[in-house]
């Protein structure tokens, strides 16, 4: 079966579904900053570029989970060590990392009041990534005012 050009759907590694993920940037109030959405069977890391790229200007600090690496970036990491990496465990501020983890799941607690977004009815990835975008500007609206 051969896909159209804006229909991305990838399959989960582990539980072989078809599937996306939505990736996010937040601040340190849940407010997202940058989004993009890509097949389930891809590697989160392959995504910070694109994600970074969505910002304006490049950030001093991020955290993030241990898939990424971004000190290549020139970005400063708080950013556990996955072991199974094979990489030495570096100094990390767990209670900032513990807030900005809580911060990006408060955003995805959010996002599931969404109910259409979450269960993705369309086939498109520009139809579902346009009322991410739509989501998350009422998300500004609900709790920036």
């Known amino acids: 079966m051969k896909l159209g050009r ?8 582990f539980k072989h579904r ?6 996010v940037v937040v601040d340190g109030d849940s407010m997202p900053l940058s989004i993009t959405i890509r097949p389930g069977n ?12 969505g910002l304006d200007g490049k950030p001093r600090e991020l955290y993030a989970d241990s898939a990424y690496d971004i000190e290549s970036m020139g970005i400063e990491a ?17 209670e900032l990392y513990k807030k900005m983890k809580s911060a990006v799941e ?3 607690g959010w996002l599931k009041s969404f109910r259409r977004i979450i269960l993705r009815y369309e086939k498109l990835a520009s139809t579902h990534k346009a009322l991410t975008t739509i989501a998350s500007i009422i998300i500004h609206l609900r709790y920036r005012i």
Request: positive net charge.
């Open 6 to 13: 804006g229909e991305l759907i990838g399959y989960d590694g």
């Open 18 to 23: 078809k599937g996306s993920k939505i990736h």
């Open 42 to 53: 891809e590697h989160d890391s392959r995504r910070l570029i694109e994600l970074i790229g």
């Open 78 to 94: 708080n950013i556990p060590v996955n072991p199974r990496n094979g990489r030495k465990q570096r100094p990390y501020n767990v």
């Open 106 to 108: 408060r955003f995805f």
